[in-house]
Nanobody
Framework: QVQLVESGGGSVQAGGSLSLSCAAS??????????MGWYRQAPDKQRELVAT???????NYADSVLGRFTISRDNAKNTVYLQMNSLKSEDTAVYYC??????????WGQGTQVTVSS
């Protein structure tokens, strides 16, 4: 059973920074070669896209995080990262990582809490 293990969540004051990482529990290089990314869900809101990145490094961001967040990945390690700068209270949510394989199978992490206090 493939698992995505997230780390790096926590609490920070507005204007601060946090880094998230997520690794797939597989040894095969390029398992998540299609797309990896991050979604988030705030209380009483639907899950929304934060950022995605393809296997060749093409990134896509939600307008709300553009210029503040940076997504990157390591294909050899099946790991995706999210650097979050200039955090705002509205960034508070549970952040979920995501992996799509070459066969379009999707996997999700268990979620990590990010809390930004104003």
């Amino acid at each position: 059973q493939v698992q995505l293990v997230e780390s790096g969540g926590g609490s920070v004051q507005a204007g601060g920074s946090l880094s998230l990482s997520c690794a797939a529990s597989v040894s095969r290089r390029g398992f998540c070669i299609n797309t990896m990314g991050w979604y988030r869900q705030a209380p009483d809101k639907q899950r929304e896209l934060v950022a995605t990145i393809t296997g060749d490094g093409s990134a896509n961001y939600a307008d709300s995080v553009l210029g503040r967040f940076t997504i990157s990945r390591d294909n050899a390690k099946n790991t995706v990262y999210l650097q979050m700068n200039s955090l705002k209270s509205e960034d508070t949510a549970v952040y979920y990582c995501y992996c799509r394989t070459a066969f379009n199978s999707d996997y999700w992490g268990q979620g990590t809490q990010v809390t930004v206090s104003s």
